[in-house]
């Protein structure tokens, strides 16, 4: 008898096949996976399964096509040993609405740009959700502390004896490199204002670099978690524009083809530095249309798709879906314009927090799957939250109130959107 597909849905909302969430977890909770085509500088010419890899130096994995993995086994010697047992791994196809033009770490980091970038790449540091709450790991730095007496100094150890696939080392200069590179207002990169609050970027040593901000800032080591690392020779002597075509990084994943708004498939990278990929191969298929997307995931053509539509919840859950939301890390504004007129007052301004049913509209809206964000930018599920910070609660009573003391009997507003 045939294996059930499951399915699963991840935000905004974003569904997939159960098994696919073991191999999409590289994707979604450590957001970290691209690379580029490349063969490791100590690869041997033939790998015997179960033959002993004491000497490896490098990282771990020393074939694209076989993806075996330097590990320990039960008698302690280091052999070579596959890195998908039985029933793991595979092949996951990806319906995606859009694809980035181009493949650049520094630009805007919102999605679908940010799948991408935490699957190429590797930064400073790495963000772990599998618990629900943001956990600031290691990554290219193995390690970080505020200096004593100077809050403002950050001493970063980077990792050791790692390479980039074309051979550079994974050290203090391309931490520096990179990292100056993206606060250099000429190159307009649009992560440049996540760190721009850096004055310098000081190499003490081959692995150990200080990072002094203008003023303390304790999430430093979480923010460096935006910023990859890329290696400082092929960088500049490419040029980023050409670079961005065929990056070289060491996330968990590498590019094996890429076509602009038509496809992005990404394979396991033998550089990687920390996190094993859960798949052999991940396809992501640009499909704008929201119903062709949704066919597709119901025909078995695709095992994950993102932005389902609301109405296709219900129908999807019937269908035996399961549908798995989680909450974007990011707000959006509503600006109220309070110098003249009834919003200077803050009765009135308090009365139309009170007023907003919040819930009502993620019930109606939202298919009853978001959160109500609890007066302050950042979410629940990252670093600088507040719970102390609570929503204004419904309450039209005390709204009715408030406008009464405030004199204001009707007020008018009117909202301009975008169509997201």
């Not at 019937?318 to 200077?344: C, H, Q, R």
């Not at 009502?360 to 990252?382: D, E, H, K, R, W």
Request: with cysteine; net charge positive.
């Amino acid at each position: 008898m045939a294996p059930r597909r499951r399915r699963k849905n991840m935000e905004k909302f974003m569904l997939l096949p159960k098994k696919s969430l073991s191999a999409l977890t590289g994707i979604a909770l450590m957001l970290s996976v691209l690379g580029a085509v490349s063969t490791s500088a100590t690869a041997a010419t033939s790998i015997v399964l179960g033959s002993k890899c004491d000497n490896l130096k490098e990282q771990n994995y020393v074939s694209y096509s076989r993806v075996y993995i330097c590990e320990t086994n039960s008698s302690g010697n280091k052999v070579w040993t596959k890195l998908f047992k039985a029933g793991a791994g595979g092949t996951v196809t990806i319906g995606i609405g859009a694809l980035p033009a181009t493949l650049e770490a520094y630009a805007a980091s919102a999605p679908p740009r940010s799948f991408i970038v935490a699957a190429i790449y590797s930064a400073l540091t790495r963000i772990d959700l599998s618990t629900g709450k943001p956990i600031v790991k290691p990554n290219v730095a193995d390690s970080w502390s505020q200096e004593t007496g100077k809050p403002e100094n950050w001493i970063f150890d980077i990792v050791q004896g790692k390479k980039f696939p074309n051979g550079e080392s994974v050290d203090a200069k391309a931490v520096k490199a990179s990292i100056d590179w993206v606060s250099d207002p000429s190159n307009k990169a649009g992560l440049r204002a996540k760190i721009s609050d850096i004055k310098s970027v000081e190499v003490i040593s081959d692995y150990k670099v200080r990072i002094i901000t203008s003023a303390p800032r304790d999430l430093l080591p979480r923010v460096l978690g935006t910023i990859p690392i890329v290696p400082p020779v092929a960088f500049k002597n490419q040029g980023a524009t050409t670079f961005w075509k065929a990056p070289i990084a060491t996330g968990p994943f590498v590019v094996t083809k890429f076509t602009p708004n038509v496809e992005l498939v990404l394979e396991p990278n033998p550089f990687t530095l920390r996190v094993r990929p859960a798949a052999e191969k991940i396809i992501f298929k640009v499909i704008p249309e929201d119903a062709s997307r949704m066919a597709g995931l119901r025909s078995g053509g695709l095992d994950v798709v993102n932005k389902v539509p609301t109405d296709d919840l219900a129908p999807l859950k019937s269908a035996n879906f399961d549908i798995k939301a989680i909450v974007e890390p990011a707000t959006y504004i509503m600006d109220l314009f309070a110098k003249t007129g009834p919003l200077s007052d803050k009765r009135v301004r308090r009365a139309l927090n009170f007023a907003v049913d919040k819930q009502a509209l993620i019930t109606s809206i939202n298919g009853g799957y978001g959160s109500i964000s609890q007066a302050q930018l950042v979410p629940s599920n990252l670093t600088g939250f507040c719970p102390d910070v609570k929503a204004f609660p419904y309450n039209l009573k005390k709204a009715n109130k408030l406008m009464k003391a405030a004199g204001v009997s009707k007020l008018n507003l009117t909202f301009q959107s975008s169509s997201a």
